[in-house]
């Protein structure tokens, strides 16, 4: 069995996510469904993150088709023509927001945040691992402050 990395956790949050009704507390059958998602994608897009949690949208909607409360919205923080900036992600975090406070359920998915602070080839330095943590309490600050008492969300950074 191979060993857990940060990228295998964070999709096994994304399914506990998305399928919180079907497997309830079983982090078997979370991984299970993990590992079929994952060996059901091209070769090609095994790697990518955003082609995981589609083929996971497509499988909950699926399953529990008869339940239409849950939201699902991805949030790019990496944008390779501009830098990186805080206001930047608190558009974006909005606009993800906006489009799942009709749900009673809402999984918010933001990508990229460590390559946008430091992009490949770049050292981490002191400043930018500050501003990763402070994006970071941000990003759950924003997200607790606009979303709805009477909803779930979830928000994922991968």
């Keep these: 069995m191979r060993t857990k990395t940060a990228e295998d956790l964070s999709k096994l949050q994304v399914i506990c996510s998305l399928f919180s009704k079907t497997i309830c507390d079983d982090l078997y059958f979370a991984q299970q469904i993990k590992e079929s998602i994952e060996a059901s994608l091209p070769k090609d897009q095994s790697d990518q993150t955003q082609a995981f949690i589609l083929r996971a949208q497509e499988l909950v909607a699926n399953i529990e088709a008869e339940d239409a409360n849950t939201g699902i919205e991805m949030v790019e923080a990496e944008n390779p023509l501009t830098p990186f900036s805080m206001l930047d992600l608190r558009a974006n975090l909005l606009e993800a927001l906006k489009r799942t406070c009709r749900f009673d359920t809402g999984l918010v998915v933001l990508t990229g945040l460590k390559d946008a602070i430091c ?25 607790h402050q606009r979303s709805r008492p009477s909803s779930t969300l979830s928000l994922i950074i991968f």
């Design 119 to 143: 992009p490949k080839g770049k050292r981490w330095t002191n400043s930018r691992k500050q501003e990763y943590e402070d994006a970071i309490a941000f990003a759950r600050e924003f997200c």
